[in-house]
């Protein structure tokens, strides 16, 4: 078995309280000693956050990268000094490894991290190909020679089965190239006099090297400012990638030594995030630097579906301190581009690569079916192409002949990471959680007799999140009326009392009475006494 990337998902709605979520480890557990490596395609969270726990659960077979990618996930491993250390193994783009008795090779590809790979599994029957994250380096369709070179291989390879990114299958002709947002932020910097913030994903960087480029051709310090920020730059420069000159790169507290229009501050939060720097910044939070009338914010991100309100609070908030904001909507210039393929990209990684069969991968269910049907406009069978789920099991059957996917499913539900816990943490742990944070809840304390089973005093009654207790005094009175007669009609004739089944029965009237009455769901939770 050949691992391929093993990233993490932060929290969602549905799941509060939970740190984050990792892939289902469950199938490669009971077959860890089947497991011959983990190949990382670059250096991304979603494809390394999950890395860490994933390895001590797998076996912690080898793990092979390119330089970056192996700096990014040994400084992820950090987090967690309780697990073993990883073998890792640095690759080139022109490496070859041999996992077990798997050939493995390597392509370097585009995208919005250095070093990232593609890889070519090596089968009797023609090698399976994925390219991880891409998109082309082209310029209006042309493709660049160094991207042709890199490719170049494919002309002559037997491509069995081909799994590629379906990200931006629904976007038309071909991505933005990044060059021209880097032309687009010279302009940008070039013009502008007071101090300049620039707000961008940190895992962006090829850009935020660039960026510090530019600043250094016009004269400007730059600021680093954000924990993900200072780390990603930090490990960039230990690679080699980043090289700022000496003198360039200054602290916080230094900006007010430096005139407005020697100043360029990088910065995270262009989302948003409550605790990132621009967001305290705008929130006028942030404990060492204050934004003043005359700055601009520069959002060089798109946004993350999800994330469209707490953008919009973003700029309110900086809006209300005067300053100049260019975002990637509104601008002249181009500060922003995707580092996926569309529709173009693909389409020419699909005729480089003419493979037998083809795995959509990458995307909701609706772009995998996108990407199934752009297959198929290019002339590759229907019966050669799978839409997977998650879990899926797909077979290449009859000596290369035939693609299956099977009946049988491997556990797929995320695990998530809650604390010191890891694993698909109880439905009823959720809901519960969902209850609280919608409806609040609602505690009974009971006093039971229990000899007789009455009740030895009015129950106590304690309200968090549900109703404000003063103003609804006759919704109150009520409870206590069926608290008595659920207490006392189900202890009766009842020897010996079975507390359990009588703060069942409890929880579930008075949760049916309240939702009549108030049409809301708290989390009941009754405490019975026995004296």
């Known amino acids: 078995i050949i691992v391929i990337d093993a990233g993490m998902q932060f929290k969602t709605e549905d799941t509060p309280g939970i740190d984050y979520i990792i892939p289902n480890t469950t199938y490669l557990e009971e077959r860890k000693d089947k497991i011959r490596a983990m190949i990382i395609t670059h250096g991304h969270l979603d494809h390394i956050g999950g890395v860490p726990l994933v390895m001590s659960r797998i076996g912690n077979p080898p793990l092979y990268s390119r330089y970056l990618t192996t700096l990014l996930i040994q400084k992820r491993q950090t987090e967690f000094p309780q697990l073993p250390p990883l073998k890792i193994n640095v690759v080139e783009n022109d490496s070859v490894i041999q996992a077990g008795k798997i050939r493995v090779r390597f392509f370097g590809v585009t995208h919005t991290v250095p070093d990232s790979i593609g890889i070519v599994i090596e089968t009797p029957y023609g090698s399976i190909v994925t390219p991880g994250d891409y998109k082309l380096d082209q310029v209006d369709g042309i493709v660049s020679e160094e991207e042709e070179k890199e490719y170049a291989f494919f002309d002559k390879e037997k491509v069995l089965l081909l799994m590629t990114d379906s990200t931006n299958v629904d976007n038309e002709g071909w991505a933005l190239a990044e060059v021209r947002v880097h032309e687009g932020l ?3 910097i070039k013009k502008i006099t007071g101090r300049i913030i620039l707000a961008a994903f940190a895992s962006h960087i090829t850009r935020l090297v ?13 600021v680093l400012e954000g924990r993900s920020m ?13 090289k700022p000159k000496k003198g ?50 520069i959002l060089s991100a798109s946004i993350v579906p999800g994330n469209e309100m707490a ?16 975002s990637f909507r509104t601008s002249e210039e181009y500060i922003h581009a995707t580092g996926h393929g569309n529709v173009e990209d693909i389409k020419w990684l699909h005729r480089k690569t003419h493979p037998k069969f083809f795995i959509p991968i990458h995307g909701h269910h609706y772009m995998l079916t996108l990407h199934k049907e752009l297959s198929m406009s290019l002339g590759m069978p229907e019966d050669h192409i799978v839409v997977p789920d998650n879990g899926s099991i797909v077979e290449i059957q009859n000596n290369g002949q035939k693609i299956v996917k099977l009946q049988e499913k491997a556990p797929s539900a995320p695990m998530m990471v809650d604390g010191f816990a890891i694993g698909d943490v109880q439905d009823v742990v959720i809901r519960d959680r969902q209850m609280l944070s919608q409806d609040g809840m609602f505690v009974i304390i009971a006093l039971v007799d229990q000899r007789t089973g009455k009740l030895k005093k009015s129950p106590d009654l304690i309200s968090r999140g549900f109703v404000y207790l003063k103003e609804n005094q006759e919704l109150l009175r009520q409870v206590r009326i069926i608290i008595k007669k659920t207490i006392e009609e189900g202890t009766a004739r009842m020897h010996p009392i079975d507390f359990d089944f009588i703060k069942n029965s409890l929880g579930e009237t008075v949760s049916k009475f309240l939702y009549q009455k108030t049409a809301k769901r708290p989390l009941v939770i009754p405490v019975i006494l026995s004296v």
């Open 186 to 188: 010279e302009n940008l």
């Open 210 to 222: 660039k960026v510090v480029e530019i600043a250094e051709a016009y004269g400007r310090k730059v």
């Open 230 to 242: 200072k780390t990603n730059m930090e490990v960039s420069e230990q690679a080699g990638i980043f």
């Open 248 to 297: 360039t790169i200054i602290s916080v507290e230094e900006i007010d030594s430096y005139p407005p229009n020697k100043i360029l501050i990088l910065m995270t939060g262009a989302q948003g995030e409550e605790f990132a720097a621009l967001s305290r910044a705008a929130s006028k939070t942030h404990k060492k630097f204050t934004l003043r009338k005359g700055d601009t914010i």
């Open 311 to 326: 953008v919009q609070g973003l700029k309110d908030n900086l809006a209300r301190q005067g300053v100049h904001i260019v």
